[in-house]
């Protein structure tokens, strides 16, 4: 079945440095989304890609999908307190109604 | 905004017990998903529902598992015999078109805990 990688697992940096996770499938994707997870909470919508080489961007949040399809990132710039969380990139199945979800990368920001 | 509601927010259960797990799904929305999440872990795909049918469903939703849509407003996810292992938060979410084509709206989950 379809896999997503999500590296890296764990990426702690003080506030104001950037910060970057970036998602692996093991098959091509139709499109992808990124969720964020606050602590204890439930995960949001932030964006979903669809085409070969897509960038966009919303304020701090830079996301990227793969020429190929098969990868995405997101990047954001000069982090603050308020990104805290897991961040999850999700693709759907060939043919399914299902989303799998990446393992996900927790971030913490120190200020 | 609308949102998921999810209810109970916790629930201690002892093994063996029956659980369900009740959700209200946004009310335009037209299919409906249970999704879990074991402390720490990824959120895993339970199964999802549309016009009243199981559309499909994981490995991990064997026959202890059922979903229902009792009326026209919930959505309940009922395990019949718990196991420690189904100890986990449990997220019901619900979108306007099929999954992964737009966007989920997760409810704020079921903490269960099986003793």
């Known amino acids: 079945g379809q896999q997503v990688m999500q590296i890296p697992q764990y990426q702690h940096v003080q506030e104001g440095e950037d910060f970057t996770t970036y998602c692996n499938s093991s098959?091509?994707?139709?499109?992808i989304q990124w969720y964020k997870q606050r602590p204890g909470g439930h995960p949001v919508f932030l964006i979903q890609?669809?085409?070969?080489?897509e960038v966009k961007k919303q304020k701090r949040l830079t996301f990227q999908f793969g020429e190929a399809k098969k990868n995405s990132s997101l990047h954001i710039t000069a982090t603050q307190t308020t990104d805290v969380g897991t961040y999850f990139c999700?693709?759907?199945?060939?043919?399914?109604?299902?989303?799998?979800f990446g393992k996900g990368t927790k971030l913490s920001v120190i200020p | 905004e609308p949102e998921v509601t999810q209810t109970p927010s916790h629930q201690v259960t002892q093994m063996g017990q029956e659980v369900i797990l009740r959700c209200v799904p946004i009310?335009?929305?037209?299919?409906f998903y249970w999704y879990r999440q074991i402390l720490g872990q990824k959120v895993e795909f339970l199964v999802s529902?549309?016009?009243?049918?199981?559309?499909?469903k994981s490995e991990i939703f064997d026959d202890q598992f059922s979903v229902e849509r009792p009326d026209g407003s919930n959505f309940t996810l009922k395990i019949r015999s718990t196991k420690l292992e189904d100890s986990a938060m449990y997220f019901c979410?619900?979108?306007?078109?099929?999954?992964?084509?737009?966007?989920?709206?997760f409810g704020e989950g079921s903490r269960l805990t099986v003793l």
């Open positions: 098959t091509t994707l139709s499109n």
């Open positions: 529902f549309y016009n009243n049918e199981i559309s499909e």
């Open positions: 009310s335009n929305h037209l299919y």
């Open positions: 999700a693709g759907p199945g060939a043919g399914s109604y299902q989303l799998t």
């Open positions: 979410a619900s979108s306007v078109s099929v999954a992964g084509t737009g966007e989920l709206f």
């Open positions: 890609l669809v085409k070969s080489g």
